[in-house]
């Protein structure tokens, strides 16, 4: 199992409280003067972004400025690379994740992440993909939270309607956009407070990317969301606010302008951003 496949909750009494718990509080993400590096190279320099809860933030700029090094220094994935650093903090509704007494898979389960490319268990079902977190953990919950669970969260995937008559079929069996919200309904089943989006329909055909965009403003209503996404037009549809990063000339990444995506698309402030997403360069 490698370190896109999913959070790990650490006891079955937690997950038997999440199991079964109504959705988490909305929570706000706040990221201070965090910095990156791998190795001795610098990537990202001091940027400093609030993700308010029940939001969806919106990361964009041109391939290499740090967007996706940014999202997993949110829930600690970045430090998986043995040669990363980072400096800065970051805090979820005050606390600092990052601090001594935060454990990592307490911070992974709370702010869960979709991948560019779907990672559904191919060979598993619908329904054990879903429950998988919890599986893993060796969780018990009974017949009905499981079912109740299952479709709750295939709901907010936008997939109940497609596979609720074949829970059993594997989830290999679905196509690359159905998998990608399997993926999704997968990781509101362990309940996150935040969920981290890596250019989650990039992998996509048009139709199956609107329907991800609109299980999105669903997922809203339960989760805090930032995505990073290249298609300026999506950020637009989706987002509340967006953060528009750049890196110039082998300069570490940098938040040029963010703010409300309405005005920022209509109305930049940054001649760079204005560049940007307008399609001048990136
Ligand atoms: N594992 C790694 N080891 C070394 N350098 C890395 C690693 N991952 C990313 N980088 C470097 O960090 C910088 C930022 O990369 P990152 O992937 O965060 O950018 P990005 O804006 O998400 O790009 P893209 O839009 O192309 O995905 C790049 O210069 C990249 O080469």
């Given at each position: 199992m490698n370190d896109e496949t999913l959070v790990i909750a650490e006891s079955a009494a937690d997950l038997e409280r999440q199991a079964t718990a109504a959705p988490a509080a909305l929570a706000t993400l706040e990221a201070r003067d965090v910095s990156c590096w791998f190795g001795d190279r610098k990537v990202l320099d001091r940027v400093s972004l609030t993700m308010p809860a029940g939001k969806i933030t919106a990361l964009i700029g041109p391939s290499g400025?740090?967007?996706?090094?940014?999202?997993?220094?949110?829930?600690?994935?970045?430090?998986?690379?043995p040669i990363a650093s980072l400096a800065g903090e970051v805090l979820l509704d005050g606390q600092d994740i990052y601090d001594a007494s935060v454990r990592?898979?307490?911070?992974?389960?709370?702010?869960?992440?979709?991948?560019q490319k779907p990672n559904p268990f191919p060979a598993m079902s619908i329904e054990d993909n879903v429950l998988a977190g919890l599986k893993l953990t060796?969780?018990?919950a009974t017949k009905d939270e499981?079912?109740?669970?299952?479709?709750?969260?295939?709901?907010?995937?936008?997939?109940?309607?497609?596979?609720?008559?074949r829970l059993d079929a594997p989830g290999g069996g679905l196509s690359g956009g159905?998998?990608?919200?399997?993926?999704?309904?997968?990781?509101?089943?362990?309940?996150?407070?935040?969920l981290l989006m890596d250019e989650p329909c990039s992998a996509l055909d048009p139709t199956s990317t609107r329907v991800i965009e609109e299980t999105m403003k669903t997922l809203a209503e339960e989760v805090t969301?930032?995505?990073v996404t290249h298609n300026m037009q999506q950020a637009a549809r989706v987002s509340d606010q967006t953060a528009f990063f750049l890196a110039s000339h082998n300069t570490p990444g940098v938040i040029v302008e963010y703010g409300d995506t309405q005005a920022m698309f209509e109305n930049p402030q940054d001649p760079r951003t204005a560049d940007y997403v307008h399609g001048r360069f990136g």
């Open positions: 400025c740090g967007k996706s090094t940014f999202l997993r220094t949110l829930n600690r994935m970045h430090e998986l690379v990592i898979t307490q911070a992974r389960r709370d702010i869960g992440m979709v991948f060796g969780k018990k499981k079912e109740e669970l299952v479709e709750h969260c295939l709901k907010l995937g936008g997939l109940w309607n497609e596979v609720k008559d159905q998998q990608q919200r399997l993926c999704i309904a997968r990781s509101m089943a362990i309940k996150p407070r935040v969301i930032v995505i």
